[in-house]
């Protein structure tokens, strides 16, 4: 029987894995991050460099990947804040009230409350952007401990410098891995901005391009016009509606999110002077107020704030010449029956001929629809014995005009009505 020999097995060494293919990689891993800013309009984006330059905790509401911390890492580079992220809902509460620490005589000293690490880090820096992530998903005994950190800027004995902001981001709890609805103490102490994406600014991102967070320049002669204006208007909206200087909503999840009480007007007073003095639209107004006292009461405030800048129906009674009178179709019927009114008040002949002269300049600089409502009522003051002014002929065909055209539209409706 022959024996056969079988060749030894010899092991293969496994090809080396080269470092210059991670280095490689590496590089390439740098040139998908490397990326650019531009100066770019950006409503919310603004909005929340505002809030955070007004020294107000800022909540953003936002679905899960929606860029909510993307933004913070931005804005923190942009203002030169060194960024501290704490994820809420992995903390314990006593990480936000202080650890219990006993010394050499607790009898005599007490027994101190020590802070985490990162707290400390802030202090010896001295400024700083606090990001609390994840605030949706931390247990109701977590955000109890969270009050004093974000009104007070304590942590246990520890003071938080002035030069620290604080910025949280929430998921829905809908999109919430476990989620919680925040405690109404909680939720009363944010800015509240619901942050959405922009398909542009995603689209021209990708390409390497991203809108840059910009502080908002301040005017230093607008001061003191800023805090007046705003302390009128929070002031003048709650002396005619009391009702809405604490209302707390019924339902739990809108007692999660901004509503209106003292503390959270004071917050918007303060945001309307920043917004004032720095020049922004209303669009980032409007997400400012209605973040912290609700959309309710927000939008009347707003509109408080228009009637605010509307002209004085006596001013332009004194010069219908020059009356400048607001665009917006709104603004200029609620102008127009002001001065009516006005005149009802104090109805005179030489006042009445005015006011005829206003509706006149309002016919020639805008909608001639608007001169209706308020010429029918101005002709229903006319006394026996006053002349037709001749500003009255020029209003007559627009009135007419207008009115038929309402008519027809009447008419037409009417018709495709009933030809359903």
Do not use: Y
């Amino acid at each position: 029987m022959s024996s056969c020999t079988l060749p030894a097995a010899t092991d293969t060494p496994a090809e080396p894995v080269h470092d210059s293919q991670l280095n490689v990689a590496g590089a390439l891993l740098t040139l998908l991050r490397d990326a650019d800013t531009e100066p770019r309009p950006d409503t919310q984006l603004e909005a929340l460099t505002l809030a955070v330059a007004a020294d107000l905790p800022v909540l953003l509401w936002g679905g899960p990947g929606i860029g909510k911390t993307a933004a913070l890492t931005q804005l923190a580079a942009a203002l030169d804040l060194p960024l501290t992220t704490v994820i809420a809902s992995v903390h314990e509460p006593s990480d936000f009230s202080g650890l219990p620490i006993i010394g050499d005589d607790p009898a005599e000293q007490g027994v101190p409350m020590a802070p985490p690490e990162w707290a400390v880090r802030l202090v010896r820096a001295g400024r700083g952007l606090l990001f609390l992530d994840e605030l949706s998903t931390a247990p109701p005994a977590v955000q109890a401990a969270l009050l004093r950190l974000v009104l007070e800027r304590r942590i246990g004995s520890l003071q938080l410098p002035p030069g620290v902001r604080i910025v949280a981001a929430a998921n829905p709890r809908s999109s919430a891995a476990d989620g919680w609805e925040l405690s109404p103490p909680l939720a009363n102490r944010f800015v509240h901005l619901q942050w959405t994406h922009d398909h542009d600014v995603v689209v021209r991102g990708l390409a390497g391009t991203w809108p840059r967070a910009t502080l908002p320049p301040l005017d230093a002669d607008k001061l003191p016009e800023a805090v007046n204006f705003a302390r009128r208007a929070v002031c003048g909206l709650l002396s005619a509606r009391p009702a809405l200087v604490h209302r707390l909503p019924t339902s739990e999840t809108r007692r999660g999110g901004a509503w209106p009480s003292p503390r959270s007007w004071e917050m918007t007073l303060c945001l309307i002077a920043f917004a004032t003095a720095a020049g922004s639209s209303r669009e980032v107004l409007s997400l400012l107020v209605r973040g912290t006292v609700g959309d309710g009461p927000g939008l009347e405030l707003l509109a408080s704030l228009d009637r605010m800048d509307l002209p004085d129906p006596e001013t332009l009674l004194a010069d219908p010449a020059s009356a400048v009178l607001p665009e917006r179709g709104d603004l200029r019927q609620a102008v127009l029956d002001g001065v009516v009114d006005a005149v009802r008040k104090r109805l005179e002949k030489s006042r009445w001929d005015a006011a005829w002269a206003v509706l006149a300049r309002a016919v020639e600089t805008g909608a001639p629809d608007l001169v209706v409502v308020p010429a029918t009522t101005l002709a229903s003051l006319r006394r026996a014995d006053w002349d037709v002014p001749p500003s009255i002929e020029g209003l007559a065909g627009a009135v007419t005009l207008s009115r038929r055209a309402n008519e027809a539209a009447a008419r037409a409706s009417v018709t495709t009505k009933a030809g359903r």
